[in-house]
């Protein structure tokens, strides 16, 4: 341990991370940084990047970068969970090469030293470019080319691109490196994206670099969104700065609104060859002959006039309700299809309640069919909803909305205003009919919870009792249990609603019945359930001895037991399940109470007792209540008893005169 | 055309082969012997009137009362008829035996015990099955409890 650095935290056994060392200057926006340092190599220059603790990382793409040298790339040495002491919880730790220059830019107002038309391609672009190239062969998407989130490896030698792996896809992109549609969706919810997004955020990023400073600063996300609307994405940014003229056709080939229009890295790559293509051509929505007035503005495209009706929501659903739009459409545009289905979804719509809501979503989708879904204050790309969810659970937010959105199938209806087919909408279609099944279902294990996990592959299972562990996967979930069987209340559950879904989500495995059974109102039943799938983790994860959460389980299944009829049994059972709880083998504690046939003999027996006991009782009702005696066999008795009688004293008279005449 | 569907109830069922053949053998033999035995007969018949009521008025089930009645009737009885067989088997001694009121207090009563036995038994019966049940409620309360200490409360519910 270096002296005067205090404790120093071990990642993997090899990389020591210094918590009270920070490095703010190269900070994340949802990350901290702090120094770190090899224990194999001791002279390399590292810092650490620290998670937040509640947000889905990108582990797919940690564990691809992890492989990855590349001149564009900060480089990704190590990553996975430590014990933060600053937390007081684990959290996710990546370990990365320190950029000797700095950053490049220190916020979206600063102004830098500008990388000058000679050096732009050799230091920034082509070290860029190869970096998207090498992650664009192993499928991955960075969604953080920005000049913030970029360092000089070497003072003004090479720029590289920091972390893209420490939060959610785009989530921590200012708007005016997201295109049109990724910009008019929330932060959370702007999906994955595709490289376009990436080449897109690329252009903006060179023309900050080559100015030196951002050309839209001060202005707000929404008006920058409107002048991109209204005047292209290349014109907004570029307006009349002076920049290279090589640089032009690049730019706008990367800033192209159009996404099929956007170059690709091919066309990139032609260009770095020194093959120069034609420039493109801008291209703006139909304009409509009048404008259509609404909230004192005047709106002559469809984009813009989709953007103020969802902004102002309540006074939307009023325009669209009122044929207002319709109208506008039919007479200013001369849009007469687009009138048509508006026509359409008002009528359909009718004057059921929060019919006008559904109506302004679809008209807005109709009216700019690549913008994102919006409903109400929600605007969301489809493959965004994961992390949108994951967000407001995050920032302890009611997904009360999002939950709306899907159970009134929104999503549904944005897939159906596609033109095109694309069988990622199709798969897409199929997952909100699934979140929709879940969110329709108050049964633990389903519900919003399970939509957060299913939705995110990387989100730590938030259960209050597991939470500081940052369980990501199933087989760390029993270790975490065991921890917080020593500080958990004996009679509580050591399963939610958190972790009933995080198992449902991530198990690969059969659980249908003991997760339906968990729910249920026999105590007897559910705490077997809940046995059952802890049982089956331990199982399938391996044979590790939990001791804390066996005892904890233990404790926890009288009502299981009461479940057998015998007293004798349950009293052997009482005995038995402390011992077997106490060595922490849930499978073993799981096959002493879900015995069949002992269960079943134990039911028999019982069945065969009651009947016995109903006999009983019955006789007894018949000698309290007099019967015996007095009934109609007590009266046949005696008859028979005279009639018996009566015939042997016959008998014995005639045997006698017999007798006596003969002898 | 169509045959016309036969009308009306079908054809009865063969007659069953005769039965009690024996019994019509012992009928004519008995009916046979009716001239050798009048005496008896007549005595029989006066003697055992009481038996004759009590079968005719006892309605099933059971029937025990006839038996009851006529076994004690029939004890009372058979000395004469015994005297008769053995001495002079004449209708004059069966009206001697029918005229003497010793005799008829001797049938009649005999069948007036019979008929007390039969009705007073069943009162009688009674009384001894109900000490026998005290005794058996006390067996039947053990077992329960035991049964109940062995399932729980449960034990006493049973579902339909």
């Known amino acids: ?663 | 055309m169509a045959k016309p569907k036969a009308r009306g109830k079908a054809a009865p069922p063969p007659a069953p082969a005769k039965k009690g053949g024996g019994t019509m053998v012992l009928m004519l033999m008995g009916a046979l012997a009716v001239p050798f035995s009048i005496p008896s007969i007549i005595v029989l018949f006066f003697s055992m009137l009481p038996t004759a009521v009590a079968a005719l008025v006892e309605r099933p089930p059971g029937r025990f009362a006839w038996l009851a009645v006529g076994g004690l009737n029939f004890a009372a009885v058979a000395p004469s008829l015994f005297g008769m067989w053995f001495g002079n088997h004449t209708v004059a001694a069966a009206l001697t035996v029918l005229t003497d009121v010793t005799n008829l207090l001797m049938f009649y009563g005999a069948a007036a015990i019979g008929w007390t036995l039969y009705a007073s038994m069943p009162s009688l019966t009674g009384v001894f099955l109900a000490l026998g049940a005290q005794r058996r409620a006390g067996v039947l309360r053990d077992q329960q409890r035991k049964m109940l200490d062995l399932w729980g409360e449960d034990v006493a519910h049973l579902e339909e």
């Not at chain 1, 109470?593 to 269960?599: C, F, I, P, Q, T």
């Not at chain 1, 028979?640 to 045997?655: D, E, G, K, R």
Request: neutral net charge; proline residues 5%.
């Open chain 1, 1 to 663: 341990m270096a002296e005067g650095k205090g404790t120093p935290v071990a990642l993997r056994d090899r990389y020591l991370i210094y918590p009270e060392r920070p490095l703010p200057e190269l900070n994340a926006p949802n990350a901290q940084a702090f120094m770190a340092e090899d224990r194999r190599e001791g002279g390399r220059s590292l810092f650490a990047l620290i998670s937040r603790p509640d947000l889905p990382t990108r582990t797919s793409v940690m564990r691809t970068l992890k492989g990855i040298q590349t001149a564009g790339l900060m480089q990704l040495n190590e990553w996975g969970v430590v014990y933060w002491p600053g937390a007081g919880r684990n959290l996710m730790a990546l370990v990365y090469d320190r950029p000797a220059g700095g950053r490049v830019m220190a916020g979206m107002d600063a102004e830098f030293k500008r990388v000058d038309e000679y050096e732009i391609v050799r230091k920034a672009a082509t070290p860029l470019i190869n970096a998207m190239k090498e992650t664009a062969q192993r499928n991955i998407v960075l969604r953080s080319i920005r000049p913030t989130n970029m360092f000089w490896m070497e003072p003004r030698d090479r720029i590289v691109l920091g972390d893209s792996a420490l939060a959610p896809a785009a989530f921590e992109q200012p708007a005016v490196f997201e295109t049109i549609e990724t910009a008019m969706a929330s932060p959370g919810g702007r999906g994955l994206g595709t490289f376009s997004d990436d080449l897109y955020a690329l252009g903006v990023s060179l023309v900050m670099l080559m100015l030196g400073r951002n050309p839209v600063a001060g202005i707000d996300d929404y008006s920058l969104l409107q002048m991109k609307v209204a005047q292209t994405s290349y014109a907004v940014l570029v307006r009349d700065e002076r920049l290279p003229l090589g640089m032009i056709e690049v730019l706008r080939g990367l800033l192209c609104d159009d996404p099929e229009e956007r170059w690709t890295l091919e066309t990139l790559d032609l260009w770095m060859s020194g093959r120069r293509l034609s420039p493109l051509q801008t291209k703006l929505d139909r304009r409509g002959a009048r404008a259509y007035k609404f909230q004192n503005q005047d709106y002559y495209t469809c984009r813009e006039l989709g953007m103020a009706l969802v902004r102002h929501w309540d006074a939307g659903v009023v325009q669209v309700v009122e044929g207002r739009l319709e109208l506008w459409l039919r007479r200013a545009l001369e849009d007469k299809p687009r009138a048509d289905t508006i026509a359409a979804v008002v009528r359909v719509a009718g004057d059921k309640r929060g019919a006008g809501d559904l109506a302004l979503a679809r008209s807005a989708m109709v009216l700019d069919p690549n913008a994102p879904i919006r409903y109400k204050t929600l605007s969301i790309l489809p493959g965004g909803f994961g992390t949108a969810l994951a967000i407001s659970v995050a920032e302890q937010k009611e997904p009360k909305l999002w939950a709306e959105c899907i159970i009134r199938e929104v999503p549904k209806q944005w897939f159906e205003n596609r033109t095109e087919y694309n069988p990622e909408w199709s798969q897409l279609d199929g997952t909100f009919k699934r979140l929709r099944n879940f969110l329709g279902q108050t049964a633990m294990g389903f519900g919003v919870e399970r939509c957060l996990y299913d939705l995110n592959d990387t989100m730590p299972c938030q259960s209050p009792m597991v939470v500081k562990e940052y369980v990501l996967d199933l087989k760390e979930l029993l270790p975490a249990l065991d921890n917080a069987a020593k500080t958990a209340d004996p009679k509580s559950w050591p399963i939610d609603r958190h972790i009933a879904a995080f198992i449902a989500s991530r198990a690969d495995f059969d659980i249908d019945k003991p997760l339906s059974s968990l729910s249920d109102a026999d105590p007897s039943i559910n705490s077997l359930a809940m046995l059952n799938l802890l049982a089956l983790i331990q199982w399938r994860a391996g044979a590790d001895a939990r001791p804390g959460l066996g005892a904890w389980v233990a404790g926890l299944l009288g009502p299981a037991v009461a479940g057998f009829h015998s007293k004798e049994r349950r009293q052997r059972m009482e005995k038995e399940i402390p011992k077997v709880g106490r060595t922490g083998n849930l499978v073993e504690l799981f096959n002493l109470l879900d015995n069949a046939g002992e269960r079943e003999r134990d039911a028999y027996e019982f069945m065969n007792a009651q009947s016995e006991f109903n006999t009983i009782k019955q006789e007894l009702t018949a000698i309290e209540t007099g019967r015996v005696g007095r009934d109609d066999s007590a009266r046949r008795l005696g008859q028979q008893i005279a009639a018996f009688v009566s015939a042997m004293v016959a008998m014995i008279t005639l045997t006698a005169l017999v007798v006596m005449e003969l002898f």
